[in-house]
C-alpha cells in the first residue's frame, strides 16, 4: 500500500512539475508570437507606400527605387514577406523585375546563408523564400539541401524551390530523379512543379515520354498539357499498350485532346479497349469534339458492360448535334433495358433545354428540329413540358 | 471486504496511469509529426494548386435530415471553395422539416424524372433527384428516411468523380480546406485511403456568408469545454495516431475518400451510429488483409467549423450515440484486437480504443466508487480518494496542456492573451464534473445499445444567422 502511495506521489509531483512547465512555455510563445505580430504590424504600416510603390511601377521601364533610409531587423524581414507575396502573385517581366529588386535588397544573399546554416523549418522557409525569388544562384545549394531532407512534404517544397530556381533542364531533370525515387507515386504533384518552372520543360517531357522508367513517363504525361506537340503521338500510341494501367489510361487522354490526332479507325480501336476508363475516355472525347460521324460508334457504346462507357456515351450523342439527338430518340424509344431507355431520355431532355435556352435564330432553328424530332418518336403535343 | 475495494481501486489508479501514458505516448507523436504538417502548411502555394487541371475532382457529400435552417448557407459556402473541380450532391434523407424545400427555392432546383444513379453500395430508395443547369456542380437527392451512412451511399452511387468528401450539413468548410487536402492526396495518391479534415467549434465565432470572418472563443460553458474537448482528440490524438498510421476515425463532419476504396469494402455501414469510425476500420481491415500499402491520414490545417451542442440535452444524446457506435465497432471488429495481422490498428489502435474509449466510464466510475467505499469504510485512509482524483487530473490537465501547446506552436486560432487564459481555465474546469458526465452519458449509451435503442435522438440546428448575433 505505501508502496502504491509513493509511486503515486511520485507521479503527482512529475506532472505538476510538467504542467507548470507546460503553462510557462505557452506564455512565453504567446507572448514572443503577441510581440512579433505587433512589430511586424508597425513594420508593415511603416512600408505600405513603398509596396504600393513597387506595385504601381512594375510596368514601368526604369529601375526600382529602393526604400528610403536604413531598414531595421523587422522592417527588413516585413518588406520581404510582401514581396515575397506578390512576387508569388505575378509571372514574367513583373516576377523578374522583382527578382532584380531582391537582389539589391541582398536578400537572396541573406536567405541562402540561411539555407546553408540552419535547420528543420527554418531551411525549409530559407528554401521557399529563394524558390519565391528565383535566384538562381541558388539552385546548386537548393538540390544538395533537398538530398538531405528527410520529411516528405518538406522535400516537396524543395523541389518546388528548385524548380523555381532552375539554371537549365539539368538541375529539373536533377529534381525530378531524386523525388520520383523517394516519392514514386506523385507524378501530378511533380508536373505541378515543373510547369512552374522559368525553365520550359517541354524537351524533358520528350525526353521523359520514351523513357523505361514508368515514372518518369508519368510525370512527363502529367506536365504535358501545356507542353505537348504532334511528334509524341507515335510515342503515345506505344504507350496504350504499356503494362502500367495508368500509363495506358494516361495516354489515351492525351492522345484523345483533339479529334486530329486520331482517325477514325484508332477510335474505333479505342472504344473497344479492354480498360474501361479508356472506353469512357473515348466516348466522352467524341462529345468534345462535336464529330457526328462518330454517332453509330456511339450508339453501339450505350449498350457496354460498364456503366460509365454507357454514361458518357450518352452524354456525348446529345452533343452531337441533330443525328445524335435522333440516335437518342431511337435508344429511348428502343431499348429493352429501363436503365438505358432513362439515360437516352435523361439526355434527351437535357438537349431540348439547352435548346430552349439556347440564343439567336440558329437556337430557335435549333429548338425547333428537336421538338419535331420528339414528337415523331414520342408521339406527344407536349414536348416543351419536358424541359421544365 | 476492504481489502478488495483497496485492490480495485489501486488497479483502477493504475489503469488511470497507464492509459494516460499511452495518450501521452501519441501526443509526443503529435509533437513530433507538427513540425512537418507546419511546414507544409506554411510554405506550399495552395493559390496556385487551387487553379490547377491536375487537382483530382472530388463529389462532396452532404447528408441532410431536416437541416432547414443551416443548409443553405452550407451550400453557399461549399459552392465558394477554391477547388478547381468538384460537386455538391446533397441528400435529403426524408427530412421533416422544408430541407428539400428550401433548396429547391433557393437554387431553382427541377426535378430530373429519368434520371438514374447508379447501385454499387445499397442505399434506400431514392425518390427524385434534383438539379439546375443554372448550378452545374449541385445535385439534390431526395430519398427515403435511412440514416446518414445510407444517405452517404446514395451520395456515392451518384457521385461522378474518383475522389469523395463527406461533410456534415450543419458545418462550414474553409475556402482552401478541400486544396490543403488534396495537397496531401496528391503526396501519394496510391497510398492514401482517407484524410481526415480538423474540425472545430464555430460558436461564438462571427459569420456571414457562410464563412467564419472572426476566430473566437465560445461564450458558453458546454460549447468552450468542447472546443478545449476537440482541440485534445484533433491536434493531440489524431495527428500522433496518423503518424503511425493508426488512426481509427475520420470525422464524419469533414473527411476526404478515395471512392474505388470505399466501393471496395461496401460503402458505408448503415443501422447504427458511429459510421465514420466504421468505414476507416474497415478501410484499415481491407488494405491489411489485402497487403495492400496505404495510409490514413490527417490534415489538421484543412478546417471545417461546426455547431457545437450548447444543451445538456442535445449534448448527452450526442455523447450516448457516440458511445453506441463506439461500442458496435469495438464489438464488430473485436477479432482484429491483438491480432498482429492487423498491425498498429490490432495490436495498438483498436486495444487502445476498447481501453480508453469502451471501458473507460467502467473503470473509472467503479474505481472511485471502489475507493470511496474503502475510505468510508476506514475514514483514516480518505486521502487515498484524493490520490486517486488527483492523478485522474493532472494527467487529463497534462494532455490539455500539451493539445493548446499544439495549437500555439502551429495554428495560433485564437490570438489573445485572454484567450489562452480562457482555455487553460476552462480546460482545467472540465475535470470538475463535464467529464464524470461525459463517462455517465457513454455508459448510458452503452445501455441504449443493448436495449437496441438505434434512434438518432435530438439534434436541433439553430441557424448560423442566430448563433453569430447571439455570439
Given amino acids: 500500500m505505501f508502496q502504491h502511495l509513493q509511486i503515486a506521489y511520485g507521479f503527482i509531483c512529475v ?81 523578374e523585375r522583382l527578382a532584380e529588386l531582391f537582389e539589391r535588397l541582398g536578400l537572396p544573399e541573406k536567405e541562402l546563408a540561411r539555407l546553408t546554416r540552419s535547420f528543420g523549418v527554418n531551411r525549409l522557409d530559407a528554401a521557399y523564400k529563394l524558390g519565391a525569388m528565383g535566384c538562381s544562384q541558388a539552385a546548386p545549394a537548393l538540390l544538395s539541401v533537398l538530398k538531405t531532407e528527410r520529411d516528405e512534404p518538406g522535400r516537396f517544397i524543395i523541389a518546388r524551390a528548385i524548380a523555381r530556381c532552375a539554371r537549365d533542364t539539368a538541375d529539373l531533370r ?74 495506358r489510361i494516361n495516354a489515351a487522354k492525351l492522345l484523345l485532346r483533339t479529334g486530329d490526332w486520331v482517325t477514325p479507325q484508332q477510335v474505333e480501336s479505342l472504344i473497344k479497349h479492354p480498360d474501361w476508363e479508356i472506353r469512357s475516355l473515348t466516348a466522352k472525347s467524341i462529345g468534345r469534339w462535336a464529330d457526328d460521324s462518330y454517332v453509330p460508334l456511339l450508339s453501339r457504346s450505350i449498350d457496354d458492360e460498364n456503366w460509365w462507357v454507357r454514361y458518357n456515351a450518352a452524354r456525348s450523342l446529345a452533343k452531337l448535334g441533330d443525328d445524335g439527338f435522333r440516335a437518342l430518340c431511337e435508344i429511348a424509344s428502343q431499348a429493352k433495358q429501363k436503365e438505358i431507355a432513362d439515360l437516352a431520355m ?43 | 471486504m476492504r481489502d478488495l475495494l483497496l485492490g480495485y481501486g489501486l488497479f483502477a489508479m493504475y489503469y488511470v496511469l497507464v492509459v494516460n501514458s499511452i ?26 494548386l487551387a487553379g490547377s487541371e491536375r487537382v483530382p475532382p472530388v463529389s462532396i457529400l452532404v447528408p441532410a435530415y431536416n437541416e432547414e435552417l443551416t443548409i443553405i448557407e452550407n451550400v453557399r459556402s461549399l459552392l465558394a471553395l477554391h477547388y478547381p473541380q468538384y460537386e455538391v450532391i446533397v441528400i435529403n434523407d426524408g427530412s421533416k422539416d422544408e430541407t428539400l424545400q428550401v433548396l429547391i427555392r433557393e437554387f431553382g432546383l427541377i426535378r430530373q424524372p429519368h434520371a438514374r444513379i447508379r447501385n454499387v453500395v445499397h442505399s434506400s430508395p431514392v425518390n427524385g433527384i434534383y438539379h439546375n443547369p443554372q448550378y452545374p456542380q449541385l445535385y439534390v437527392i431526395d430519398k427515403e428516411n435511412g440514416g446518414k451512412a445510407d444517405s452517404l451511399n446514395a451520395g456515392i452511387n451518384l457521385s461522378h468523380y474518383p475522389l469523395i468528401a463527406s461533410i456534415d450539413a450543419d458545418s462550414l468548410l474553409e475556402k482552401d480546406a478541400l486544396i490543403r487536402m488534396a495537397q496531401v492526396y496528391m503526396e501519394n495518391p496510391e497510398e492514401t485511403v482517407a484524410i481526415g479534415g480538423n474540425v472545430r467549434i464555430a460558436n461564438g465565432c462571427l459569420i456571414e456568408d457562410g464563412i467564419v470572418k472572426e476566430v473566437k472563443l465560445p461564450d458558453k460553458l458546454l460549447p468552450m469545454f468542447q472546443t478545449i474537448e476537440y482541440m ?7 495527428i500522433g495516431w496518423s503518424s503511425i498510421n493508426g488512426l481509427i476515425i475520420v470525422s464524419g463532419a469533414f473527411g476526404l475518400f478515395r471512392k474505388d476504396c470505399v466501393i471496395k469494402v461496401g460503402g458505408y455501414r448503415e443501422g447504427y451510429p458511429g459510421e465514420d469510425m466504421n468505414i476507416i476500420i474497415k478501410l484499415h481491415k481491407y488494405m491489411l488483409e489485402n497487403k495492400q500499402k496505404y495510409r490514413v491520414a490527417f490534415c489538421p490545417d ?61 473503470f473509472k466510475l467503479t474505481g472511485l466508487l471502489a475507493l470511496l467505499g474503502y475510505s468510508w469504510m476506514d475514514m483514516t485512509h480518505a486521502h487515498i480518494v484524493l490520490v486517486f482524483m488527483a492523478i485522474n487530473l493532472l494527467f487529463g490537465y497534462m494532455l490539455t496542456v500539451s493539445a493548446i501547446l499544439l495549437e500555439e506552436r502551429a495554428f495560433r486560432r485564437y490570438p489573445k492573451m485572454s484567450d489562452l487564459a480562457k482555455l487553460l481555465g476552462y480546460g482545467f474546469l472540465m475535470f470538475f464534473g463535464y467529464y464524470q458526465l461525459g463517462a455517465i452519458w457513454r455508459l448510458l449509451g452503452h445501455i441504449e445499445f443493448f436495449r437496441k435503442n ?11 444567422k442566430v448563433e453569430t448575433r447571439q455570439s
Fill in chain 2, 23 to 48: 495518450y501521452l505516448l501519441i501526443t509526443i507523436f503529435s509533437h513530433l509529426n507538427i513540425s512537418s504538417i507546419m511546414k507544409r502548411s506554411r510554405f506550399t502555394r495552395y493559390q496556385s
Fill in chain 2, 454 to 464: 438505434n434512434t438518432w435522438g435530438v439534434m436541433t440546428r439553430q441557424s448560423w
Fill in chain 2, 232 to 238: 485534445k482528440a484533433f491536434l493531440g490524438g489524431r
Fill in chain 1, 174 to 247: 536533377e529534381m525530378v530523379a531524386h523525388m520520383v525515387a523517394l516519392s514514386p507515386e506523385s507524378p501530378r504533384l511533380l508536373a505541378e512543379i515543373l510547369c512552374e518552372s522559368a525553365v520550359d520543360p517541354a524537351p524533358l517531357m520528350r525526353e521523359w515520354i520514351e523513357h523505361s522508367d514508368w515514372r518518369l513517363v508519368l510525370v512527363a504525361m502529367a506536365g504535358m498539357p501545356s507542353t505537348a506537340d504532334r511528334e509524341l503521338i507515335g510515342s503515345l500510341w506505344k504507350l496504350i499498350g504499356a503494362d502500367e494501367k495508368e500509363v
Fill in chain 1, 15 to 95: 506532472a505538476s512539475a510538467l504542467i507548470v512547465s507546460g503553462v510557462v512555455l505557452l506564455l512565453v510563445i504567446k507572448w514572443r508570437n503577441l510581440r512579433m505580430a505587433r512589430m511586424k504590424d508597425e513594420a508593415r504600416k511603416k512600408q505600405q507606400d513603398y509596396v504600393a510603390y513597387v506595385i504601381a511601377h512594375l510596368d514601368a521601364d526604369e529601375e526600382l527605387k529602393l526604400p528610403v533610409g536604413p531598414l531595421g531587423k523587422w522592417d527588413l524581414a516585413v518588406l520581404e514577406e510582401q514581396l515575397i507575396e506578390l512576387a508569388e502573385r505575378v509571372k514574367g517581366k513583373h516576377r
Fill in chain 2, 302 to 362: 484543412a478546417v471545417c467549423w461546426t455547431q457545437a451542442p450548447d444543451t445538456f440535452r442535445i449534448l448527452s444524446s450526442q455523447r450516448k450515440r457516440w458511445g453506441r457506435g463506439n461500442l458496435k465497432n469495438m464489438l464488430e471488429y473485436r477479432h482484429m484486437l491483438f491480432n498482429p495481422k492487423y498491425k498498429v490498428m490490432g495490436l495498438l489502435t483498436m486495444p487502445y480504443n476498447v481501453l480508453f474509449e469502451t471501458l473507460n466510464p467502467y
Fill in chain 1, 346 to 388: 435523361q439526355n434527351i431532355q437535357d438537349a431540348l433545354r439547352d435548346e430552349s435556352t439556347g440564343s439567336g435564330q440558329a437556337g430557335a432553328a435549333g429548338a425547333k428540329t428537336k421538338h419535331a424530332m420528339y414528337h415523331s418518336y414520342f408521339n406527344t403535343q407536349r414536348a416543351g413540358h419536358m424541359t421544365g
